[in-house]
């Protein structure tokens, strides 16, 4: 593909740099996963190396006086954050440029942040088009380590999330305790749909204010940037302070002014820049994530050990 591109510092004056840096700051306002995981300091490499603990120490009690004390071993293992890139570009008629009445960037900037953050959630939450040096997807993941519940499989939906057996159960079998949960938009009906002994709602509006959705005291997110796959996840719980993230770099843009912009689907040109009298802002940042998923006493075996559980849709007949 043939692109002509402006140089930065003949943009400066469309893309301011403190811009950037508020596109940077926006982004986990769009992203489910970013509100809740924990954010690393800026990588200065592609890859960073975390020392993840393997095993842990043994205690033993010394035969009076004069026993031995003996010695224990721990092991530490290496994973891996490897930054890679998302993009983004956005068509802008010229004319709206040439418009000084315009505010481009307050229509812009919403849109550049929600895209990072579905792109980023789809491809932690279910490994959507995700690059090969990333970790599976959370749900492919709960689903190899045995935390997934299907609806249904207790008394009710209460059952299936805060029971024995249920999702909270799951990841605290693990040693972990959840802190979070992130839940498709149809969840909302299913909760204020729950009614105690008494027949009343357990999840309830008051006069001040909505109904506040939190499971066991903890916050439930309901993104709405296309990132949930209802089909796939009805909610993921878990300790999201385990999952990590840093970014590479941060937002880099350039303005392509004779490029043909493709759906990299079907082949069709969907926008001729020169043709059509526009130029397209391309926006790209870098970032990398990862689950230590660190040994601890509950749970040593890393083949059962997650902190994540998934409560799944039923199969469709």
Known sequence: MATNAILRTDAEALIPEEVAREIIQGVPQYSAVMQLATRLPNMTAKQKRLPVLNSLPMAYFVNGDTGTKQT?????????LEAEEIAVIVPIPEAVLDDA???IWGQIRPRIEAAFG????????YGTNKPSTWPDGIVTQAEQKGKVVTLGTGNDLYDDIMG???????????????????????MRAKLRGLRDADGQPIFKATMQEGTRYQLDGERMIFPLNGSIDPTKSLMISGDWSQLVYAIRQDITYKILTEAVIQDPVTGEIVYNLAQQDMVALRCVMRLAWQIPNPVNQLDRDEN??????VLKPPASP
Do not use: C, P, Q
């Open 118 to 125: 579905e792109v980023f959630d789809a491809a932690v939450l």
């Open 101 to 103: 009445e315009y505010d």
């Open 72 to 80: 224990t071993k721990v092991e530490w293992k290496n994973k891996y």
């Open 164 to 186: 024995e057996g249920g999702v909270i159960d799951l990841v605290e079998r693990s040693g972990f305790m959840v802190n979070g949960h992130v839940a498709a938009v149809s």
């Open 304 to 309: 059962t050990r997650f902190m994540f559980a």
